[in-house]
């Protein structure tokens, strides 16, 4: 059976993957019992992006890849544009994690026969949109490759935990494993 996991564990498993864990922990519950400033905010970001439709573009719409073996929404898709745009509260760095979301993202709607020309960050704070490459075979391969370490990864095997990443992890007042 093929494992398919969703989209958003590429940026998570980069940033700590014992968060994955204690984000399906804890998902089971309501939300404002788990959910910290950050995902708050994060979720608020959604919900405006959501809301505010124009004709010429989807958005939070489901895609899947069969081949890379993930699904998840995409933020924006312009279907004039055929540009995939994916929505981050600030853009400061463009982390890995945040280019193999929407890679995936990228794939996920060419295997769906989506034509996709462009693609970008929108830095919400600073309101303004980075355009980023399209993605060619070696990130292609670059992409398959992680997503085979994240599949075979070992969740119960001791976490190298990284006092700055912990002091900024959404779950920093839930994990036991922090400094």
Known sequence: ??????????????????????????????????????QTK???LHDFIENNKDEKSWKNAFVASSKLGVYGRIDVYDTEEKELIEYKSVVAIAYKGYYYQIWAQYYCLLEMGIPVLKLA?????????????????????ELKEFILKVKHFDFTAAVKVNPNKCNKCIYNNLCERKS
């Open 1 to 38: 059976m093929e494992i398919f996991f969703s989209i958003t564990i590429l940026n998570d498993f980069i940033f700590c993957p014992y968060s994955i864990y204690l984000h399906q922990i804890y998902s089971l519950n309501k939300e404002d019992i788990y959910h910290s400033f950050f």
């Open 42 to 44: 994060g979720k608020r």
């Open 121 to 141: 960050f929108y830095d919400f704070k600073e309101k303004k949109k980075i355009s980023i490459p399209v993605p060619g075979e070696e990130q292609y391969k």
